[in-house]
């Protein structure tokens, strides 16, 4: 048996905690200021879907954006205020076994791969345990929704629908079909496959089929291991695109033209050497960009890191990258018209950074600070 196998079979129940403790619900809360109470913020507001920083104000009501104004006025805070990340591609379950050594993608999620070994010998507690500690990092880092791509048919659909409860973060569930099943749970917001080189065809096309008579979403991944995949996942006619790290213009053309969002997956492609994808390419082309941080077994939950690797490595336009983790993500998961931008009428999802924390303190400019260097520290109010 190989190591690894070994390390996977000791995986048995969950760690005990202390539920009023560090990483419980609590410490990922809200606000403090009751929900029926008028709150104001001022500062520098990343404001609108355009993410315009002005020297102005917010101001909530019933955990609803009544005013964005101009002009300082006296808040209860004063600080960076900008709209909370939407982290638009996940797998959280695979928080169970993290920082695997370096291997061959197709060795590490591919059918049959280390990955899929872990998942199918975890008890269910302990799954539903790593998925509530992600859920729980990613909203003491800043992030408000996300979508996540659940294995294990309809029962692993169950069990993240467990490990959410009670959470304020809000979630996409994109299902993935158990072997030859093509049985969809009715919570999920759509269904999650991974390359079309997976799957029968005649199977994906019954999948597919069934999901949008249901009035369901489609997701993919493509042109991550190569780009032989992509014709073959824009036929089906998706909703959402993962990863293109090995797309060429012409294939951006075609999904351009087909309307589809695409999640771009840096720190994964990095560490799988897939190659990173050519986002210049498709913001030039028009496309919805957005971000996620993909396989918890490899990644963190922190939109930060990616980021600040998008920034100073590849895009070099902080507003851009800002987009694509909060309104991009939110327009990809359905969600632009309640979050994903401080706009009147949407939800508060909010996060305000302290500009005189060491970290900030003496930023010239508000938004590339958040993008190049901030960090969940810097936060001092989560709404």
């Keep these: 048996m190989h190591r690894l196998d070994e390390d996977v079979n000791k995986l048995k129940a ?44 917010v ?9 964005v104004g101009e002009g300082r006025e006296r808040g209860h805070f004063e600080g960076i205020i900008c709209p909370a990340f939407v982290n638009a591609h996940t797998h959280v379950a695979d928080s169970i076994a993290k920082d695997p050594p370096f291997m061959d993608l197709a060795d590490l999620v591919g059918p049959g791969g280390l990955k899929h070994r872990i998942l199918e010998r975890a008890g269910d507690d302990l799954l539903i345990e790593s998925m509530r500690f992600s859920a729980e990092e990613m909203l003491d880092s800043g992030t408000c929704a996300f979508g996540d791509f659940r ?21 996409r569930v994109f299902g993935r ?27 994906v096309d019954e999948v597919v089929s069934i999901a949008k008579r249901s009035g369901k979403r489609v997701a993919i991944h493509a042109g991550e291991a190569g780009r032989d995949d992509i014709e073959g996942a824009l036929a089906i006619g998706p ?59 490899i990644n963190s939950t922190s939109i930060f890191r990616e980021m600040e690797l998008l920034s100073k490595a590849i895009v070099r336009d902080d507003r851009q990258v800002f987009m694509m983790c909060t309104i991009n993500g939110a327009r990809a998961l359905g969600m632009a018209e309640r979050l994903g931008s401080i706009d009147p009428g949407k939800e508060a999802r909010i996060n305000v950074f302290d500009r005189n924390s060491r970290n900030l303190r003496g930023s010239l400019n508000p938004l590339a600070s958040i993008v190049r260097r901030a960090e969940p520290s810097d936060i001092m109010l989560r709404i």
């Design 14 to 57: 969950p760690i005990a905690r202390d539920p009023s403790g560090p990483g419980s619900p609590l410490s990922a809360s809200v606000c403090a200021a009751c929900p029926q109470e008028e709150l104001m913020l001022s500062g520098t507001v990343i404001s609108g879907e355009d993410m315009v920083a002005l020297d102005g104000y």
């Design 151 to 171: 294995e294990g048919g309809p029962h692993g659909v169950e069990l993240l629908l467990r490990a959410l409860e009670g959470l304020p973060i809000q979630s």
């Design 239 to 297: 909703d959402i695109l993962i990863h293109l790290s090995r797309a060429e213009r012409s294939d951006l053309r075609d999904v351009a033209d087909s309307g589809a969002s695409v999640v771009v997956c840096p720190r994964s492609n990095l560490f799988t050497r897939a190659g990173l994808p050519d986002i210049a390419a498709m913001l030039s082309l028009e496309l919805n960009v957005c971000v996620g941080t993909d396989n918890l077994m």
């Design 177 to 203: 079909p158990l072997g030859t099943t093509a049985d969809i749970h009715p919570a999920c917001w759509g269904i999650g496959l991974s390359s079309t080189r997976d799957y029968d065809r005649d199977f």
């Design 59 to 67: 101001v909530i009501k019933n955990g609803i954006i009544k005013e």
